[in-house]
């Protein structure tokens, strides 16, 4: 899946020159947590709710009126983070996520070959990126399928589903592991009730867990 198809197209836009009062009033206005900050058509800082809230001075120590006017003369220049983190529209959302995490930061400004702003993309985007691939609407059933380590295994095992047993693939996942090490394939089935599913690739010479290998239904809980 790419990034195209799940950013937020056209996103709110702040410039350095805005104060923290235009932020503070666009995030709570519109229920976002993330404003690029754009000049010239070009991204140039990115500023959070969050990189708001603490440049505001305590309650405790400063106030109401003080803190409108800290708002209202500070610069979002002053706050934003310059060195700014993007992504490509036609990356994908797997690439995201692991620059998110591996830059421990909640949003992608989505630019396209000349800088661009063309979108923004969250940690929420993702997140439900990922919900969509691992369960997709309907009647179906999540089981865990294990592989040896050997070329072929997961071919098979979609004959034994698909051409045998006739019942549709509806996503299908196998992280990643060690070599020579079995994998483990998550596979949602169109059917509320595997069990035929699972009794043949058992058959097959297949272990089997529904919903997973640790917690199998077929044994109250327990594989």
Known sequence: MLVKKRMTRDPVTVSPADSLADALRLTRARR??????????????????????????????????HRVRF??????SDVMR????????H???????TLMRRRRIGALPVVDAHGRLMGIITESDVLDAFVEILGPPGQSSRIEVALPDRAGELARAMRVIGEDQGV???SLMVPPGTAGERRIAIVQVATIDPRHVIE???????EVGWPSLETDLRHGGGA
């Not at 708002?71 to 979002?76: D, F, G, P, V, W």
């Not at 310059?82 to 529209?89: A, Q």
């Not at 990356?91 to 996520?97: G, H, I, K, R, S």
């Open 200 to 206: 043949a690739l058992e058959g097959a010479g297949f």
């Open 82 to 89: 310059g060195e700014v983190v993007t992504i490509g529209p």
């Open 32 to 65: 976002i947590r993330h404003l690029p900050v754009v000049q010239d058509g070009e991204v140039v800082g990115i500023v959070s709710d969050r990189d708001v809230r603490l440049a505001m001075p305590s309650p405790l120590t400063e106030s109401d009126e």
């Open 168 to 170: 549709n693939v509806c």
């Open 91 to 97: 990356d994908t959302v797997e690439d995201a996520a």
């Open 71 to 76: 708002l209202e003369r500070t610069r979002i």
